[in-house]
């Protein structure tokens, strides 16, 4: 597609459930980038891809956080057991290439941990 | 640690007038910088980049200017419309190839018609 698809656009869950976040980048952009917004304006690199593969993933926290990139499915972000801190905006981007160009974002999944 | 810092939350700016948005970095290893800008409920849009070889880039009614020995780049927009009134974020990138972006906290910018 022409724009980063970024599903649902809000997500409700109890404490303690599983939140899943999906993310269809840029057809032709072999990286993918997540992104979490906690505070209104700060923004936390959790992990990148190319295609498939996992390219930096210091970001995320390990124990609970997981995502995966697979061949013909959208990109996912996957949350275990979610606590109250996990509340924030999650933005998924893609780009052409590794270096040096501009990526370009969806318009975040909104979680919500009750 | 904030590694990419715009010290201004918030400025206002008579339509027609010039918008200067600064941001401050402190890893001397970035070396691509990027300002997005952002309305409500919205993700960042793209505006502008500049690479660490040049020390200005222009595109329409924006240009940004990198002072590297100070650590120091500035969006300028000029004129201002109603429309520009938005968060701006500031971001860079390291030479390390991973590509991931360092954010600023953003400043939100008024354009007052």
């Known amino acids: 597609g022409e724009e980063v698809a970024q599903t649902p656009k809000h997500l409700v869950r109890g404490e303690g459930q599983k939140a899943k976040l999906y993310c269809a980048p840029i057809?032709?952009?072999?990286?993918v980038f997540w992104y979490q917004q906690v505070l209104k304006n700060e923004f936390k690199f959790l992990i990148s891809?190319?295609?498939?593969?996992?390219?930096?993933e210091t970001g995320m926290p390990k124990e609970r956080f997981s995502a995966k990139c697979l061949p013909n499915s959208p990109c996912s972000l996957e949350i275990q057991a979610t606590k109250l801190e996990d509340s924030a905006v999650y933005f998924c981007?893609?780009?052409?290439?590794?270096?040096?160009?501009?990526?370009?974002f969806g318009q975040g999944t909104r979680l919500t941990v009750v | 640690d904030q590694q990419v810092k715009q010290n201004s939350p918030s400025l206002s700016v008579q339509e027609g007038r010039i918008s200067i948005l600064n941001c401050d970095y402190t890893?001397?290893?970035?070396?691509?910088f990027l300002w997005y800008k952002k309305y409500p409920a919205e993700g960042p849009t793209f505006l502008i980049s500049?690479?660490?070889?040049?020390d200005k880039n222009e595109d329409g009614r924006f240009t940004v200017f990198l002072n590297k020995s100070a650590k120091h780049l500035s969006l300028h927009i000029v004129p201002s419309q109603p429309g520009d009134s938005a968060v701006y974020f500031c971001?860079?990138?390291?030479?390390?190839?991973?590509?991931?972006?360092?954010f600023g906290t953003g400043t939100r910018l008024t354009v007052i018609p």
């Open positions: 981007a893609s780009s052409q290439s590794q270096v040096n160009t501009e990526a370009f």
């Open positions: 057809k032709g952009h072999s990286y």
């Open positions: 891809f190319q295609n498939e593969n996992v390219f930096d």
């Open positions: 890893n001397s290893m970035f070396d691509y």
């Open positions: 500049i690479s660490s070889i040049k």
């Open positions: 971001a860079a990138s390291d030479q390390t190839g991973a590509n991931n972006l360092f």
